[in-house]
């Protein structure tokens, strides 16, 4: 699966790249070098990152699941037992 940002956010990120050149680097970067730049960090690392918050919202998800029998569960068969506690009040 492609990691792919919307054009808003990859604005900012080449801006937020060219910015860190200029600010870090003996270097400027232009916007097609770091735009170039970007496309590399999401085809090689993002994976990483992607693959990483989806193994932590599925270990999430497992807790929670594993907390639902807990949050809704009802005792079977019931009815008698509570009528008999009715009749000794």
Do not use: C, T
């Amino acid at each position: 699966m492609a990691i792919e940002l919307g054009k808003e956010a990859r604005k900012e990120a080449v801006a937020s790249i060219e910015r860190y050149f200029q600010e870090n680097m003996e270097e400027r970067i232009g916007n097609i070098a770091a735009g170039a730049l970007l496309n590399f960090f999401l085809e090689e690392i993002g994976p990483v990152v992607f693959n990483k918050a989806v193994a932590e919202v599925q270990e999430r998800l497992q807790m929670r699941l594993s907390e639902i029998d807990i949050e809704v569960h009802e005792d079977e068969f019931q009815y008698w037992r509570r009528q008999e506690k009715g009749r000794r009040k």
